[in-house]
């Protein structure tokens, strides 16, 4: 009876060990940010309750905020929507990355929308979960949702567009057409009327970021 029970422990075993080796993998983590700075606002220098400098107003309310002692990008009513004050109209590169922090309540409908101007590359950031062209994914750290900031990280090379969300890849569409040409931001929050505001901060655009594997798969050749 004991050696059956030992032969049972031993296959039981093997059987998982084989399972962990046929289980698929996918790199998860290999986002790179630009290289080459084209927009970055830390909100330094800022005055509370004025409208952030280096930003424009499309529709809504905006002004910058403090939150646990830095300045923060708070919209103060639902719906509002800003785009970086740049000095040309069409102004992303066709290698870019995009970086930047949102705030979440817990609380009620909240959710930032990144927007371009091709209207195909919206995506919608919701608490640890995005939403691609009318598709929900959770992430698969299956962490639920909580109070405080999480990370977006956007990369598009030409034609194929990542999102990550707190360095986890979410969404990997590998043809985008046309390529953008701006971008916008709109926070959707339904907790303005307990003074919990929707909040952007650390904004980072820059041009490249493009793996060498990438350029590879793009160009047909390495390109250094």
Same mark, same amino acid.
């Given at each position: ?7 049972l422990s031993?296959?039981?075993f093997f ?9 698929a ?21 800022? &005055?509370?309750?004025?409208? /952030?400098? +280096?930003?424009?107003?499309k ?19 639902? &719906?509002?929507?800003?785009? /970086? ?6 102004w992303?590169p066709?290698?870019f ?7 979440f ?20 950031? +919701? ?6 062209q009318?598709?929900?994914t959770?992430?698969?750290k *299956?962490?639920k949702?909580?109070?405080?900031? &999480?990370?977006?990280?956007v ?12 360095g ?5 569409? /590998?043809?985008i057409?046309?390529? /953008?040409n ?12 307990y003074?919990?505001?929707?909040m ?14 990438? *350029?590879?798969?793009?160009?047909? +050749?390495?390109?250094?």
């Amino acid at each position: 009876m004991k050696n059956l029970t030992i032969l049972l422990s031993l296959l039981l075993f093997f059987a998982g060990a084989m399972e962990a080796q046929t289980r698929a993998k996918k790199k998860s983590d290999d986002f790179i940010p630009g290289d080459k700075v084209i927009f970055l606002d830390s909100l330094k220098s800022e &005055q509370l309750g004025e409208f /952030p400098s +280096r930003w424009d107003l499309k529709s809504g309310t905006v002004e910058v905020m403090e939150m646990d002692g830095h300045g923060v990008i708070g919209f103060v009513a639902s &719906q509002s929507v800003i785009n /970086p004050l740049m000095d040309r109209e069409n102004w992303l590169p066709e290698i870019f990355t995009v970086e930047f922090d949102v705030y979440f309540h817990n609380r009620g409908n909240e959710a930032y929308t990144l927007m371009f101007d091709n209207r195909k590359m919206d995506v919608v950031i +919701r608490n640890s979960a995005i939403k691609f062209q009318g598709t929900l994914t959770r992430s698969a750290k *299956r962490e639920k949702p909580k109070v405080g900031w &999480q990370h977006v990280a956007v990369s598009f090379n030409t034609r194929a567009y990542k999102v990550y969300l707190n360095g986890e890849k979410m969404l990997n569409a /590998p043809a985008i057409s046309p390529r /953008p040409n701006r971008l916008m931001i709109k926070a959707l929050s339904s907790n303005t009327r307990y003074d919990k505001y929707a909040m952007v901060a650390n904004v980072r655009i820059a041009e490249g970021g493009v793996p060498l594997y990438d *350029r590879l798969v793009t160009n047909g +050749r390495f390109v250094t």
